[in-house]
């Protein structure tokens, strides 16, 4: 009778283990699903990769040269809109593990750090080479930004103009034009750029007069009437209904935008860049968009033009020649001839090879006269003479020595001769230097091309930092600045334009 109740126990016991244990599956399931926090990883958080990317970008940018700031720029520009469309989707889970992102998340953020290694090696080996890589890979990162738009809620910055700012008006009203003068300024306030010499006389640069561009100081210069720069910026999801339009802030200054559809524009003062008088400048903007409650900001990277675009010198190799002169002495020659008749020789010079005669400066010599009467010597039996006669080719010289007896009982003998002045070109070469001239934004530098010049080298420093030579009117490969000749090759143009962008 004991053994009943004995078992019934037994079974509620396990009946009551078996639905504790059914109850802690069910809820370690839903803990799973719901509650189950991640797994740290090994590597970095997504935060300590964004800042990891932005610090090698600023690095970058500040090591750039003057011709990386205009060469890289797309780069850059690329670099930068991709690392800050990433911020905008992991700013909010900054501490997440990289490494524990799907693959196909983590790939742009590969894509920004390839980029970052690209725009390093064209810095570390600059050339057209690396540069060329660096701009392959640019276009891979905005094709990555053009598959990003509106596959979420994020905003995002697909491209924005300007690329350059352009420089500064205030040194137009600096600028002599050709033919004007202006009275010396007063010790400490402004310094006139001493114009290349005159050309001799005779010159094809003696007619013309170079525009001479006159600098002011940084303190002098006023940005009064430069026109605003419009920055254009064109992207998805930058604006909300029902929020504050976005901000864009350059220096000191801050400006809500115009909102044209997915279009922002902003009107900024020319001011608001900082500049630099003879180098170009990276400036950088914020836009901020605000979505909800969260501030997302885009770094907006310009390249900044200076007030003078730099200079330029011109050596000419002119060969020109010089006339050379020396005195002919010819040899002397004998005519004789017997009693009561006359003899003529007529004989022909030609020049010694590279030499002509001068013509005009030549004249004969009778060395001596001789007359004989009955074997008695007396001279004024003979009336010969010495003269030029007319030569078989115009390049030589002919004389005719004459023997003629007075009487027909006399014998004579004359001896002539003909001096000249011989001459031959002789080459001559020398430099011809312009001088280091300024270049201008508002007038082009017109240097004439010599007459005689066989060889030109032209040496140019654009914006204080970039050197190029040139020895022919090519495309100069240059941006912002043409080279060409114009006046039928007469003159060499060189034209700095604001506007002609790489």
Request: contains cysteine; proline residues 9%; aromatic residues 6%.
């Amino acid at each position: 009778m004991t053994a009943g109740p004995t078992k019934t126990r037994s079974g509620n016991s396990l009946r009551a283990i078996g639905a504790l244990a059914l109850v802690l599956c069910v809820a370690a399931a839903l803990f799973m699903m719901f509650g189950r926090t991640e797994a740290p990883g090994n590597g970095a958080t997504i935060g300590e990769k964004l800042a990891t990317l932005r610090a090698e970008r600023a690095s970058l940018q500040a090591r750039a040269d003057g011709e990386a700031r205009i060469g890289l720029l797309p780069a850059f520009r690329a670099a930068s809109l991709l690392t800050d469309a990433l911020a905008a989707r992991y700013d909010s889970d900054p501490e997440r593990a990289f490494d524990k992102l799907p693959d196909v998340r983590q790939r742009p953020f590969v894509e920004v750090d390839g980029l970052n290694a690209a725009i390093r090696d064209a810095l570390d080996r600059p050339g057209d080479g690396a540069r060329g890589a660096a701009a392959k890979v640019a276009e891979q990162a905005t094709g990555r930004l053009e598959q990003m738009a509106g596959l979420d809620d994020a905003p995002l910055v697909l491209a924005y103009m300007p690329r350059f700012v352009p420089p500064r008006r205030a040194t137009g009203e600096l600028t002599l034009a050709p033919g004007t003068s202006a009275s010396p300024p007063r010790e400490g306030l402004l310094r006139l750029n001493v114009p290349p010499p005159a050309p001799a006389s005779g010159s094809t640069a003696a007619s013309t007069i170079p525009t001479v561009p006159r600098y002011a100081p940084d303190f002098a210069t006023s940005g009064g009437d430069d026109p605003v720069v419009e920055v254009d910026v064109v992207g998805v999801l930058l604006t909300s209904g029902s929020g504050p339009p976005p901000v864009l802030a350059i220096g000191g200054w801050r400006g809500e935008a115009i909102v044209a559809s997915e279009r922002l524009r902003f009107l900024v003062p020319r001011s608001a860049f900082a500049n630099d008088a003879a180098r170009t400048t990276f400036a950088s903007g914020s836009l901020i968009v605000r979505r909800g409650s969260r501030s997302m900001t885009f770094q907006l990277l310009f390249t900044v033009l200076p007030d003078r675009p730099g200079s330029f010198a011109l050596d000419q190799r002119v060969r020109t020649t010089e006339l050379e002169s020396n005195t002919l002495v010819s040899p002397e020659i004998l005519v004789r001839a017997p009693v009561g008749e006359t003899r003529t020789v007529r004989r022909c010079f030609d020049p010694p090879p590279g030499w002509r005669f001068d013509k005009q400066r030549r004249r004969v010599v009778i060395v001596e006269r001789l007359g004989w009467l009955d074997d008695i010597g007396d001279p004024t039996m003979n009336n010969g003479s010495v003269e030029f006669v007319p030569e078989d080719d115009p390049k030589q010289i002919c004389v005719s020595v004459v023997a003629q007896p007075v009487t027909k009982a006399a014998r004579t003998a004359t001896i002539g001769r003909f001096e000249t002045t011989l001459v031959r070109d002789v080459p001559v070469e020398h430099v011809l230097k312009s001088g280091i001239r300024a270049l201008d934004w508002h007038e082009p530098a017109r240097v004439p091309i010599e007459q005689d010049t066989i060889e030109w080298k032209l040496y140019v420093r654009l914006f204080d930092e970039i050197d190029r030579e040139f020895d022919r009117a090519v495309p100069s490969g240059l941006a912002f600045l043409r080279i060409y000749l114009d006046d039928e090759g007469k003159v060499l143009v060189l034209q700095a334009d604001p506007a002609a962008e790489p």
